[in-house]
């Protein structure tokens, strides 16, 4: 009898903690019940662009940094994606990039270009937020130092030099299109003095010359940026995003755990943030908290490409009509709803058309469109009877990846081809990619703003992906596509019928296929913020973002 | 007694040494190249080449686990990260105070909580406060600490708005991941606490001071309770070891950047110096508990007592 009574008043207090944790309408409540209560009465402002507001609270935007902590926040360095969004707003590259592939100036005033060598001239009122004078000296410096350090878009220079205080030569060592577009926009520059006085490569303390300096960087946990009062460039000039500076203080947090970024908004300790398409449904129309928040779809370059081995023992190497079976076989448009809740792009093209040198067209085209009755012919045609072929599918761990290669298990299943899923960490990925006894097929990320013919020249130019040239990704050696895509990515070559051809031959060849172009779902306090921007690379911008202060 | 410490004490080293070599030789072996990490996927042969030349990753085993030792136990130098160039001893220094903080504090609830609610269960074996006490112990051993960290985060963090879901700053943000991370220690703790209470009142000296008419309590406190503690203590302190160690998780779920975090990030990325020297730190800390466990063993148990005592008289005295 005193154990049931236990059991009942156990099962009583579980109960209650579930009704607590679980239920209830608090949630949409308890964004204004954090630190950010004090804007709450800017809230329906909504939209209503920069009208002055009444705020009186401290000018601080909580942001996720999204891809965890940087680990060093040296500018010089091999750059990765959270590096990047932390330091983008206190140093500066010379030039940023438009979506159509041109560039704009930050720190440099202009360009010209003869050949592959571009004279560079520098502003010549450039001041670091510790003071010093930018100088020529100083991006010749910034450039040795990368090279230095391994940062591989640096080492697309043959030679830079300064030709004057303020003027710079660079030379690429290729010709061709966006080489130095697409090499130049991705490095930061800082000064040589503000470097050299820094004991550690400014892996805690960058001192750049961006409109915001670091005043703490707790690393693994928060990074505070400040307004810098003396950032030199004039407000008419700035061209740049990152040039702006609407808040006083940012804090970048480097929360990775994904309910955790939830909570951190809902709580008020974010302001920004990116989450997946499933949790996103709360902040958006209709959502329990959508009355705080905005969550909006935002385009990204990145996504995936099946590839198959094409080794010399694979048993896809010559047999076309069973690479076309598991091309066909593969419905692209379930694998965008399964895994993406329907946010992510259907591509038509290895890469997608959204570049500024693909063709528009083919998105009027067929791509590998569903076609199982078409797959199980190809499979017939290509020596194999229903169940007797089992084949590998290799990719990187993570949710994303992993849905997808059961849901391409499922379909291929139905064709009658076996899969085996194989999935791992990045480290042994990457191995396991120049292994071919390792797989049969495999998700191969590209993607990133430029051009489509970069992220073609990077994985089908075999001159490019291997030193020897051997190969490129998936062991693909065809002679004939190797002289598509260099004569499609050279910059006198490069035309709308030189692109096409490639696409067109890997369409035929059915050698890979892109399976979705990601969308990317930011979810923002409309307390705070009215406007959150990113910019083309898909980035939080938080001082170019308008605030209910602006 | 000094020389039962100096023997602990050297005893650490080659315990230290072998965690070394051990952690050293499974980085070798395990698949996986770093300096494909470091130079990106699509980088050259030629530039891993280049990185691995670097990195020192062309050199033979020998060559390379001796570099490793020399470095890290002669000069007390753990090299720097692979993938950030950022010294690890600056950024261990960073970290461990926050790992220890939390391991602490988190085993000083495991014990605080954990041992009295096991005493009260053996003293009061098969009663209410006996099966309550079980089930609280059954409950925290079987509640995973991630899934009890986002229970506790949603209750405690986003509707009632009492604390921080994560991140550090002052010791509020240490209450959920302590007792988020009490729970399974607590448990066992509070179960080893009563088996063993239930094997002292057994004895036969505790039946005679109950028949001579001592008080229950003092019993339980005076005579039971300090001969239970030698097997509570071994529990407790292989907690304080576990619980240091095995941060990972409750790091990584409220965003405290310690050790467990930087470990879990550097295999991710194949970072082997930052791997090697949590594991070295972690084994360090280990020694250290045990080595204070031990001597704290020689003070309560008179037979490890009797056999360090300087002199034969005070032997004698112990063995009387």
């Not at chain 1, 059915?510 to 306090?525: D, F, I, R, S």
């Not at chain 2, 085993?107 to 096991?118: D, E, F, I, M």
Request: negative net charge; contains cysteine.
């Amino acid at each position: 009898m005193t154990m049931k009574k236990v059991m009942a008043l156990l099962l009583t207090a579980t109960m209650l903690t579930g009704m607590l944790t679980g239920c209830g309408d608090k949630a949409s409540e308890s964004a204004a019940d954090g630190k950010n209560q004090e804007s709450a009465s800017s809230a329906s402002q909504g939209s209503d662009s920069a009208a002055p507001s009444s705020y009186d609270g401290e000018q601080v935007a909580y942001i996720s940094c999204g891809d965890g902590d940087p680990g060093t926040l040296d500018p010089l360095a091999a750059m990765s994606s959270s590096r990047h969004v932390c330091i983008m707003e206190v140093c500066e590259r010379l030039f940023g990039y438009t979506e159509d592939g041109d560039l704009y100036g930050v720190l440099a005033k202009d360009y010209e270009r003869d050949g592959l060598t571009y004279t560079v001239n520098l502003y010549d009122y450039i001041t670091d937020s510790a003071g010093n004078q930018m100088t020529a000296s100083d991006i010749v410096f910034c450039l040795d130092k990368m090279v230095e350090k391994g940062n591989t878009s640096a080492l697309n220079f043959e030679k830079y030099e300064a030709t004057g205080d303020y003027t710079v030569e660079i030379t690429v060592n290729n010709n061709n299109v966006a080489t130095f577009e697409n090499s130049i926009a991705g490095l930061y520059f800082v000064t040589q003095a503000a470097y050299e006085a820094s004991s550690d490569d400014m892996s805690v303390d960058p001192v750049g010359t961006g409109p915001y300096k670091v005043d703490a960087y707790e690393t693994g946990s928060t990074l505070t940026l400040v307004k810098n009062e003396n950032y030199w460039q004039k407000p008419e000039l700035c061209k740049a995003l990152e040039q702006q500076a609407n808040t006083e203080k940012i804090v970048y947090s480097m929360i990775t755990e994904a309910a955790q970024i939830v909570v951190g908004l809902e709580t008020g300790a974010l302001d920004f943030a990116f989450v997946d398409f499933s949790a996103a449904e709360r902040f958006g129309e209709g959502g329990e908290a959508a009355n705080h928040f905005c969550a909006e779809a935002i385009k990204t370059w990145g996504g995936n490409a099946l590839f198959f081995n094409m080794s010399d023992k694979s048993v896809f190497k010559d047999n076309i009509a069973l690479r076309k079976a598991v091309l066909y076989g593969i419905d692209r448009q379930a694998i965008i709803d399964g895994v993406f809740e329907g946010h992510a792009i259907n591509p038509k093209t290895y890469g997608q058309t959204r570049y500024p040198d693909a063709d528009p067209n083919w998105d009027n085209e067929d791509y590998f469109e569903y076609d199982p009755d078409y797959a199980k012919e190809c499979l017939k045609e290509a020596g194999y009877a229903p169940g007797e072929l089992s084949l590998k599918l290799m990719f990187p761990t993570s949710s994303y990846c992993n849905s997808m290669a059961e849901i391409i298990q499922a379909y291929l299943d139905m064709i009658g081809i076996k899969v085996e899923v194989l999935s791992y960490e990045n480290a042994l990925y990457n191995s396991y990619k120049t292994d071919p006894t390792q797989y049969d097929m495999m998700f191969n990320g590209s993607g990133g703003p430029g051009t489509i013919t970069r992220i073609w020249n990077n994985q089908l130019n075999k001159n490019i992906y291997t030193s020897d040239g051997a190969y490129c990704a998936g062991f693909l050696n065809d002679p004939h596509l190797q002289e598509l895509v260099e004569t499609a990515s050279n910059v006198d070559t490069n035309s709308v019928e030189t692109t096409s051809a490639v696409h067109d031959y890997l369409i035929d060849q059915a050698y890979l296929m892109q399976l979705y172009v990601e969308e990317k779902c930011v979810v923002y306090n409309t307390d705070k913020i009215v406007k959150m921007c990113t910019n083309i690379d898909a980035r939080q911008v938080p001082g170019a973002s308008i605030y209910v202060w602006n | 007694m000094g020389k039962y410490i100096f023997k602990r004490i050297l005893m650490f080293i080659p315990v230290v040494l072998a965690v070394g070599i051990l952690i050293f030789t499974i980085m070798y072996f395990v698949p996986g190249d770093p300096a494909k990490v470091v130079a990106g996927a699509e980088a050259s042969e030629e530039q891993l080449q280049a990185v691995r030349e670097q990195l020192g990753l062309n050199q033979p085993y020998i060559v390379r686990l001796g570099n490793f030792l020399s470095d890290t136990f002669l000069h007390f130098d753990f090299g720097e990260s692979y993938i950030t160039g950022v010294k690890i001893s600056d950024e261990l220094m960073r970290r461990l105070p926050r790992t220890l903080t939390l391991g602490v504090t988190t085993w000083l609830l495991t014990v605080l909580l954990g041992v009295p609610l096991g005493v009260a269960a053996g003293v009061n074996q098969n009663k209410f406060g006996d099966r309550f006490c079980m089930f609280v112990a059954l409950f925290g051993v079987s509640m995973p600490p991630f899934w009890l960290g986002l229970m506790l985060v949603l209750l405690f963090s986003l509707k009632l708005g009492w604390l921080p879901s994560s991140g550090i700053g002052g010791p509020q943000y240490y209450i959920l991941p302590c007792i988020a991370g009490s729970f399974g220690g607590m448990a066992s703790n509070a179960r080893q606490a009563r088996s063993a209470m239930l094997e002292v009142i057994r004895s036969d000296y505790i039946v005679t001071a109950r028949a001579k008419g001592v008080s229950r309590r003092k019993v339980i406190y005076k005579h039971a309770l300090p001969n239970a503690l030698f097997p509570i203590l071994s529990t407790a302190s292989v907690g304080l070891a576990h619980v240091c160690g095995g941060s990972v998780v409750i790091e990584t779920v409220f965003g405290i950047p310690g050790i467990g975090l930087y470990l879990l990030t550097a295999v991710n990325s194949r970072d082997y110096p930052i791997i090697q020297a949590c594991v070295i730190i972690l084994a360090v800390v280990f020694a250290v508990i045990m080595l204070i466990v031990d001597i704290l063993y020689a003070f309560i148990d008179p037979k490890i007592k009797s056999k360090y005592i300087g002199t034969k008289a005070a032997r004698r005295k112990a063995d009387a």
